[in-house]
């Protein structure tokens, strides 16, 4: 998915421009505001791949924008495209200079405008992915390895070649079989694979097996994540035996191997607040985990309206959800059969179908996904304390 913010000041473009992005690539989810400053509010309030702005607006311009953005925001790196009006090149050129990554012109052809701006979108943000991931490869204080679509070694880093003792002549070019145990080797091809069709619904991060230069058998923790705007996947692995040395990771994740979802939703409440100091970071896990925080409230509760779990996850997660976004997660449990729908007299109830299996499946995706994002805030960490 990737997550595109659009300003500007006149609705009827901003609801054109939503439906013809998304239109364009499924893989675009657009996100509007009617004025820089609404931009910068929601800036504040979730991550953005992209930010496509107007130039000629009231208060704020677009090019103002772009400085606030690049200057007081420190988004150095996110791609900034402005549109402009027909004859204001110079515009456009004084944007370059302040850091934009792209301009377009507007056109009275909006269906063919929003299909080349998609496609600028789309390159943008592939071309910053790979900028991030070859940092990665080079800082990661972890093993790190690209995978082709068939499974092939296409890059490693040396923490790799030290953990498994090989030559990078040797490892890459080479199938993942050359480094994962046989028995092993179809656990990652199948989220490797699955990563590809439907990123949400996997597991990214989980125990496996490599093997080192002399045969060893060596235990690792896998975070596979797909490279946007391509068929490769990212794995960093993390060797237990050096994390089993202060036990902290392998205990963080531990702590969710529990069934009453009180005490998950309790465990999650600490691990951010005692882990996860990133504000940022703890906005991720929160968005991403919504639907499963919502499932293990209606099995903590028995039955709840959704008010209640809108208080709810204010109170203890602090997560301010508004009914337009809590109502539709609940209507998609519902059609999924997770969810069983009470008519009240002001309001109705939701309780689960199966709680067992409901909250066994939640506490597993809030597993992974803590798991994921604990790994990743530790590669952050690394990476801003480098020399």
């Known amino acids: 998915m990737i997550n595109v913010l659009l300003v500007d000041d006149e609705p009827e473009f901003l609801d054109q421009g939503k439906i013809f992005l998304e239109s364009a690539d499924e893989r675009l989810n657009v996100s509007t505001a009617l004025s820089a400053e609404e931009g910068i509010e ?17 208060d704020m311009n677009g090019i103002e924008f772009l400085k606030e953005v690049r200057e007081n925001r420190n988004n150095l790196d996110i791609p900034f495209i402005v549109l402009t009006g027909r004859g204001r090149e110079e515009v456009a050129m004084k944007a370059l200079n302040l850091g934009a990554d792209r ?18 979108v789309k ?3 592939k071309k910053i992915t790979e900028k991030m991931y070859r940092n990665l490869l080079e800082y990661s204080p972890n093993p790190v390895t690209v995978l082709s679509d068939d499974m092939k070694i296409e890059a490693v880093n040396e923490k790799l070649l030290e953990m498994i003792d090989q030559k990078r002549d040797k490892v890459e070019g080479s199938h993942i079989s050359s480094i994962v145990l046989e028995e092993e080797e179809n656990k990652l091809e199948r989220v490797h694979a699955y990563k590809n069709i439907e990123q949400d619904e996997v597991a990214t991060s989980y125990h496996t097996v490599i093997r080192g230069g002399s045969g060893e058998e060596i235990n690792v923790l896998v975070s596979i994540s797909l490279l946007p705007e391509s068929e490769k996947s990212i794995v960093v692995f993390f060797d237990l035996a050096e994390w089993s040395q202060n036990e902290q990771l392998i205990t963080q994740i531990k702590d969710f191997d529990i069934e009453d979802p009180e005490e998950i939703l ?13 504000e940022k970071i703890k906005s991720d896990i929160r968005s991403d985990c919504l639907e499963e925080l ?18 709810e996850l204010r109170e203890r997660f602090g997560i301010s959800v508004s009914a337009g976004t809590m109502y539709p997660i609940l209507h998609d449990l519902e059609e999924k059969g997770i969810l069983e729908k009470h008519e009240g007299i002001q309001s109705k109830k939701y309780s689960l179908k199966e709680r067992s299996e409901a909250i066994a499946i939640a506490r597993e995706k809030i597993k992974s996904l803590f798991s994921q994002y604990l790994l990743l805030y530790h590669l952050y960490s690394a990476y801003m304390d480098r020399d």
């Open 103 to 120: 301009y377009l012109q507007k056109s009275v052809d909006m269906k063919t405008q929003f299909e080349i701006l998609a496609n600028i």
């Open 294 to 311: 919502t499932i293990l409230m209606i099995a903590n509760e028995g039955k709840i309206h959704g008010k209640g779990i809108i208080d």
């Open 42 to 58: 929601l800036l504040d309030r979730q991550n953005f791949d992209a930010i496509v702005s107007d130039y000629q607006m009231p």
């Open 266 to 278: 309790d465990t999650l409440s600490k691990r951010f607040e005692e882990v996860i100091n990133e």
């Open 123 to 125: 390159k943008e943000v």
